[in-house]
């Protein structure tokens, strides 16, 4: 081995004395302790698990962080500017040449900072349907997963609140489902859209799918209603924000490295050669040719790098297909063929449609002395368009059964889940160079398609090949073309008559497009419009993959626990087997709320014996 290794472990008996804080440094890490747990990724996830082990002072543990501090990146604390990229805070991957949406390479974003892509997420709040819940229960075996057993997860996560302007929000949304005391804060939005009152009559005009909801959270998303997003009085509302606030993070049982890359986790001598294989030891470092350190943690290492990171680490370190490690020269430690495979996403189209009017938000990102002006509001106001994400509404849909036998019966986890999701926007996301715009933004909630994590190189600093598979499967390309034939009809309500500039039908109709299509078939085109313009929505699940014990499939136990391992778990958006019908932060809250939970206790009734 030609790195150089050093070991950073330890004996500080009297662990109140170490001091508590962020760090970016290791040799800051004064004293070496012994961690009882050490967190790989302090994201999403992570950041819960740190918050909820330390309530316990005589807890240890230390958080790896491969990103910079949230506090002080201001571009992630104004929601609006979720709407514009930012490479400081991002791992800039790229997937591989998507065959389905002709052969682009798109960009696929995850927070690299402190709380993760919670950080730099669109902030929506969506639970999902109650039947995801019960189906994870049913593919686990676990029947805590069921809907009814998890409302004590997303009370422990929600702090529900006022929006910024304190509007009156009697009929937006349902009380009795809310939580008042959790970690992170929701609310419906704070600046009164100019389309707002539109997009409600239209749901009154049409009726139908376009039914009212008074709140998409209550376990049935189908239907239209506000958006309701992680935002404090016009904050963003991150892991890092809430579980890692300063009150948490100084805790003294409580040590944070940032800047830190976990390279591998690696076998504990003790138990090469009989029993299962113990990991519990970390490799990390500060720059891709720097000193490379170990950690061991006295309990277990969780692993909640995300699902990206998280498959990338486990095949780093002989955890994955066997066989497929070999051929990279990795030692295989465990078989588990299932890592890094069935990587899944909800595919996301930005659809626009011209406007009779210029009260939408097309100006702000393109016009720099209204963003300034308006960032001024922001900070010293806390108002203004600035206060909120880019969606004001939501409408989550289903296919008929019709369309559903074509594919051999339903995708969705039951019949109160959507396939399809449409986001309304009082403009266009994409930035266009003048006009203005409403927006629709389409996903596919149920997908089919899967894809994969792979190592593209054995060095960690080498971005996996990530093939997220987006639309290769004909059902998701049918679910796309419903959402957008549903996004047309919802511009032919008669509320729409004056303001939606010409025919809803034609905004899809690329002149580049018809041009190489020898007929003009609507259904081609529209095929065409969607393979062209599809991207990610960055829902990434999948890729460790909670099953039950007896499963011939999986990497996770119900338990958190890699199958034929000791001393390490995973806990973050990789282990969903199927992807929720949601935008995936809050599933992530509550998987990582209960994993403290489940920690927790296996360590408290440890202690009896
Ligand atoms: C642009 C974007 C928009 C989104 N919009 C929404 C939305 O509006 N609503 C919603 O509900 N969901 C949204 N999501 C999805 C949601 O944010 C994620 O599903 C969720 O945050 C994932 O949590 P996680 O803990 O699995 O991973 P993350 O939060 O990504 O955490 C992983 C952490 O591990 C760190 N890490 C990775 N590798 C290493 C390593 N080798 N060493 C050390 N640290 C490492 C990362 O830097 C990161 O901090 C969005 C996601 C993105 C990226
Ligand atoms: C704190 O953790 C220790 C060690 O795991 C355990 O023995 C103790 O019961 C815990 N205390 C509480 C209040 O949970
Ligand atoms: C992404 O690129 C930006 C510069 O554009 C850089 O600051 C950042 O560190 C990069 N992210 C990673 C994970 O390398
Ligand atoms: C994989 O690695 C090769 C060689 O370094 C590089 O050319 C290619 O761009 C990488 N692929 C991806 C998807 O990053
Ligand atoms: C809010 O509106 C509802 C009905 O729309 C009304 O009954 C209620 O009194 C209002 N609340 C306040 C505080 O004004
Ligand atoms: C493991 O990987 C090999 C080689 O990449 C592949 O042929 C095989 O199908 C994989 N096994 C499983 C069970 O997926
Ligand atoms: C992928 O998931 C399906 C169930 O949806 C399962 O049957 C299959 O075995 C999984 N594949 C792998 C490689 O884990
Ligand atoms: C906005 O539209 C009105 C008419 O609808 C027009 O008079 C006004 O000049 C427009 N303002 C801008 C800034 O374009
Ligand atoms: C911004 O303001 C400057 C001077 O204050 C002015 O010269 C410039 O034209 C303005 N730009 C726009 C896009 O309005
Ligand atoms: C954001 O939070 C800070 C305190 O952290 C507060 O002073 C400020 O008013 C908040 N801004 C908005 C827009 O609410
Ligand atoms: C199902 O939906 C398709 C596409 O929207 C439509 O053409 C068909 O008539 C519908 N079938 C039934 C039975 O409603």
């Known amino acids: 081995m030609n790195w150089l290794y050093s070991s950073l472990l330890l004996s500080c008996l009297l662990f109140i004395r170490c001091h508590a804080a962020v760090y ?14 050490v967190i790989i990724g302090g994201g ?11 309530e316990n002072a005589t807890v240890s543990v230390l958080v790896l ?18 709407t514009l990229s930012h490479p400081q805070y991002d791992w800039n991957y790229t997937t591989t040449p998507q065959e389905g949406l002709t052969g682009r390479e798109v960009a696929y974003t995850r927070g690299f900072i402190l709380g993760g892509s919670s950080s730099v997420n669109g902030m929506f709040y969506t639970r999902g349907s109650a039947d995801d819940y019960n189906r994870l229960a049913s593919v686990t075996g676990d029947s805590e997963w069921s809907w009814k057993h998890v409302q004590k997860y997303f009370s422990l996560n929600e702090r529900w609140t006022f929006p910024a302007d304190h509007h009156n929000t009697t009929g937006q949304y349902d009380p009795s489902i809310h939580s008042l005391d959790g970690m992170n804060t929701v609310s419906l939005a704070g600046f009164p859209q100019s ?3 539109n997009i409600i009559r239209a749901s009154s005009e049409l009726g139908g ?3 009212y909801n008074l709140d998409m959270n209550s376990g049935n998303p189908l239907g239209l209603g506000w958006l309701q997003a992680t935002i404090d009085g016009g904050n963003r509302s991150s892991a890092a924000t809430s ?3 300063p009150e948490f993070r100084h805790r003294p049982n409580l040590h944070i490295l940032i800047n830190t890359r976990v390279t591998r986790i690696l076998q504990d001598d003790s138990s090469i050669g009989g029993g299962p294989p113990h990991l519990t030891t970390v490799e990390f470092t500060q720059s891709p040719d720097g000193a490379r350190y170990q950690v061991t943690a006295s309990k277990e290492v969780l692993l909640s790098a995300g699902a990206i990171g998280s498959p990338q680490i486990l095949l780093n370190s002989g955890i994955g297909n066997s066989s497929y490690l070999s051929s990279l020269s990795i030692a295989p430690i465990v078989n588990l063929p299932s890592v890094g495979q069935n990587f899944t996403d909800h595919p996301r189209l930005v659809n626009n449609w011209p406007v009779n009017g210029n009260h939408t938000f097309d100006d702000i990102n393109r016009n720099s002395n209204l963003s300034t002006h308006l960032q001024q509001v922001w900070s010293q106001f806390g108002k203004g368009p600035l206060v909120d994400t880019f969606v004001s509404h939501l409408l989550f849909a289903r296919l008929n059964d019709s369309l559903l036998n074509q594919f051999g019966g339903d995708p969705a986890a039951g019949l109160h889940t ?7 926007s009082n403009g266009d996301i994409s930035i266009a160079p003048d006009g203005h715009f409403i927006g629709i933004t389409t996903r596919v909630v149920s997908p089919l398609s899967r894809g994969t994590v792979l190592l593209n190189s054995t060095d960690p600093f080498t971005a996996p090949l990530i093939n997220p598979g987006l639309l290769s499967h004909e059902f998701d390309l049918l679910a796309m073309k419903e959402a957008v034939k549903t996004s047309v009809k919802s511009l032919t309500a008669p509320v729409w008559k004056e303001y939606v500039v010409g025919n809803p039908d034609s905004a899809f109709i690329d002149s580049e497009i018809v041009s190489k299509l020898e007929t003009a078939q609507p259904d081609l085109q529209l095929e065409a419009y969607i393979r062209k313009n599809t991207g990610t929505s960055a829902h990434a699940v999948g890729t460790a ?12 136990n119900p338990d958190f626990k890699v199958k034929g391992v000791e001393g390490l778990r995973v806990i973050d958006a990789s282990i969903f087997p199927f992807v929720p019908s949601a935008h995936t932060q809050a599933p992530v809250y509550v998987v990582a709320e209960r994993a403290a939970d489940e920690i927790k206790s296996f360590w408290e009734n440890f202690h009896i014996f």
């Open 545 to 556: 993959a909670m099953t039950g014990r007896d499963s011939d499939f999986g990497v996770v």
């Open 44 to 54: 999403t996830a992570g950041s819960v698990l740190a918050n909820r082990l330390t």
């Open 209 to 211: 799918t376009f039914q």
């Open 24 to 37: 970016d440094r290791v040799d800051l890490l004064q004293e070496f302790i012994q961690y009882d747990f």
């Open 65 to 82: 962080e491969a990103g910079g501090n949230n506090i002080g990146a201001i571009p992630t604390q104004i929601p609006f500017f979720c």
């Open 243 to 245: 579980y890692l606030s």
């Open 195 to 197: 389309i707002n009152k």
């Open 418 to 424: 959507p396939h399809y999701e449409l986001g309304f």
